[in-house]
Every structure is written in C-alpha cells, then in structure tokens.
C-alpha cells in the first residue's frame, strides 16, 4: 500500500492498484477520524452515510475511544 497527498486530498493505492480517496473528519472533541470516502459511517439522524456525503447536521454515532 502506498499513500500520497494530492493537493488537499489524500489517496491511497491499495494492493489491486485502485486509488481511493480519503476524507478526515473533525469530531467535535478535535479528534479526527480519516477513513476512505465511500466508507459508511453511522449516524443517529440519517442511519448509514458514506464519509464524503456527511454534514455538520450529522451526528456520528460510534464505540471506542
């Protein structure tokens, strides 16, 4: 797997040579969370959302820390 920054996106090749491109999320807290675009992520108003498609209205709901 190889990475690179291209302008203010990051992308990633991974091992079938697809490049995919990568978000981060600010949460609240300051904490970010950086996941590809496409990956879903669930939210308490809107249910499943890809990572691309979130707005500030979302709240992300989500285990760990």
């Given at each position: 797997?190889?990475?690179?920054?291209?302008?203010?996106?990051?992308?990633?090749?991974d091992?079938?040579?697809?490049?995919?491109n990568?978000?981060?999320?600010?949460?609240e807290?300051?904490?970010?969370?950086?996941?590809?675009?496409?990956?879903e992520v669930?939210t308490?108003?809107?249910?499943?959302?890809?990572?691309?498609?979130?707005?500030?209205e979302?709240n992300?709901?989500?285990?760990g820390?």
């Open positions: 797997i190889s990475a690179c920054l291209v302008g203010s996106e990051m992308c990633i090749r091992s079938n040579n697809n490049d995919k990568w978000v981060v999320i600010e949460l807290d300051g904490d970010t969370l950086t996941c590809t675009e496409d990956h669930y308490s108003n809107r249910g499943w959302v890809e990572a691309c498609e979130l707005t500030e979302d992300l709901l989500f285990t820390k």
